[in-house]
C-alpha cells in the first residue's frame, strides 16, 4: 500500500540549486542573523532600579510558554480558532523547511507515500491558514490600516513558497523540485530583509518582557501572588 517513491531524475541546474546554491543561500542567512544578533547583544539592556517584586525566572518561563499557552492571552481567549490557525500555519513552515533540507541530504528519508501524504496534508493545512490570514488582511479595513508591503509581500511569497512544496516534496517532477528549491533559495537570501525574520527578536522580547514584567509584580499572576508573599 506504502509504496517507495522515485524521486525523479535532475538535470545539472535543479541539481545545483538543490545541493549547492540553497546551502550557500542558507550561510548567507545565518551570517546575516548573526550579524542581527550581535547587533542586538551591542545594546545595553535596560535595568530596573526598583526592588524586585517578582521572581524574574518564572516571568522569563512564563513569557516563553506563553506561545503554548492561548488560554493566558485575552485575544487568544475570546478567538481560539485564530490560534488554531497559526499553529497550522507556522507547522507546515516548518514541514517545508524540513522538505528542502531532507530532500537534498536524505531522500530515502521521505521516499514512502505516507509520508509524502503527511506532508502534503500539513502543507495544504498550513497553505489554507496562509490564504486565510491573507484574505483578512487584504479585506479587513483594520487590517488594512496598519499592513505595509512588506506585509503583503511576505504572505503571497509565503503562499506561492508553501504551495511549490505541496508539488514539490511528491518528488516525481523535476519542474516542482525545481520550482520548491529555487523558491526556498529566494527565501533564505530575501528573509533577514523582511518582516518574516520577526523570529530571529523573538527569545530576547520574551526574555525582557518575561523579566521586567515580572519584576514589576504584574506578569504573571502567579509570579506575582509567589514573589510578594
Known sequence: MFETV?????GETTSLIMHHVHHYALGFMALVYA???????????????TPARGDHGKGIRYSFMLIAMP???ESQRKAPLRWIEFAIFHIGVAVAIAGTFTLSIAPQIISHNLTIWIM???LILALAAGLNRMFRRIVLPHMRAISSPDDYFSIVMLN?????????????SEMA???????TTFFLI??????ISHYIFWPFIRFYIGKHLAHR????????????S
Not at 522515485?6 to 535532475?10: D, G
Not at 509584580?217 to 510578594?228: I, N, T, W, Y
Open 6 to 10: 522515485q524521486m525523479a531524475e535532475v
Open 35 to 49: 550579524l542581527k544578533i550581535w547587533w542586538i547583544l551591542k545594546r545595553k539592556p535596560a535595568k530596573e532600579r
Open 71 to 73: 488560554w493566558e492571552i
Open 120 to 122: 502534503q496534508g500539513l
Open 160 to 172: 506561492v513558497w508553501l504551495g511549490s512544496a505541496v508539488w514539490g516534496v511528491m518528488q516525481t
Open 177 to 183: 523540485l525545481l520550482i520548491y528549491f529555487s523558491m
Open 190 to 195: 530575501t528573509v533577514p530583509f523582511t518582516k
Open 217 to 228: 509584580g504584574v506578569f504573571p499572576r502567579k509570579v506575582v501572588k509567589e514573589g510578594a
